[in-house]
């Protein structure tokens, strides 16, 4: 089981470990965004990273080694920008391209409020396992339940213990949980259906991922994970979604795509503990 600086520093170099308790030995998409932003800062020492853009196309075996190869495409005095190619066994399966740059005062600021939703005390308890991670889903007991149907939105709130005081470490936990509810978020308006049939009778898995950091990310208590699914059909869907603190700061954006799919019967070359 991982705990919150396994989260943000392992990537630097390289990983091994499962991202969800043991149950299927595949890394989290996010994990290994969360690891490629820490790898670019390194890369890039002085400059703030302020986006990130993955691309998942191959599934990450959590018992093998991984590696981030750092391109730096340009790096200028106020903005720099890099691709981190995610290979294992030397193949590549993902890519993520990252932007930074050296935060300058504000001549204009707007951000969206905060959602107007139930607080973290009257929320319930989800158990997603990580070492130093509360998670609490709002108006939600069961986030996988095919039962459980509403509108096309979640609401996470998240506590986290410690909060990473360096920069790219926060970054790289908040861009961590983006991936995780965008299924069920989804599959929420639609009944008889949910995540708990993911990887059983419905293929899943996040595709893409876009995180964008609104300085200056910084938080402490819980902060809320907004998702909203816009889309889905032809086998994709698109969700997007924000992080507020509890008092009502902005602290990225994100958007995510991901495949809901029949399995194939009869394919029988991708283990099941290993299927997207």
């Not at 409020?113 to 396992?129: C, G, K, L, T």
């Not at 986290?160 to 299924?183: E, I, M, Q, W």
Request: aromatic share 6%; proline share 5%; hydrophobic share 40%.
């Amino acid at each position: 089981m991982l705990d919150v600086f396994d989260v943000a520093e392992a990537g630097a170099d390289r990983f091994t470990g499962t991202s969800d308790g043991g149950a299927r030995q595949v890394v989290d998409g996010t994990q290994l965004l969360a690891q490629s932003i820490v790898a670019t800062a390194k890369r890039l020492p002085g400059k703030s990273i302020r986006s990130a853009r993955a691309v998942f196309t191959r599934a990450v075996d959590a018992t093998a080694p991984v590696d981030f190869e750092v391109d730096v495409i340009h790096e200028g005095r106020s903005m720099a920008s890099a691709n981190v190619a995610v290979c294992q066994g030397g193949r590549r399966c993902a890519m993520v391209s990252v932007l930074a740059d050296v935060p300058t005062e504000d001549i204009i600021r707007h951000s969206a409020p905060r959602p107007d939703v139930a607080s973290p005390a009257e929320s319930n308890a989800r158990d997603m396992p990580m070492v130093g991670r509360e998670v609490r889903l709002v108006d939600v007991i069961d986030v996988n339940s095919p039962d459980e149907v509403g509108p096309p939105e979640l609401y996470a709130w998240l506590k986290y213990d410690p909060v990473p005081a360096r920069d790219d470490l926060a970054k790289a936990l908040l861009a961590h949980f983006t991936g995780h509810l965008s299924v069920a978020t989804t599959m929420r308006a639609h009944a008889g259906i949910g995540a708990s049939q993911a990887h059983q009778t419905v293929s899943t898995g996040v595709m893409t991922v876009t995180v964008g950091f609104h300085e200056p990310v910084t938080w402490d208590g819980w902060i809320l994970y907004s998702h909203e699914s816009t889309q889905v059909g032809a086998g994709m869907t698109y969700v997007r979604g924000q992080v507020h603190t509890e008092a009502g700061e902005l602290l990225a954006s994100f958007t995510q795509e991901a495949i809901i799919r029949p399995i194939r019967t009869g394919d029988s070359s991708v283990p099941e503990a290993k299927r997207l």
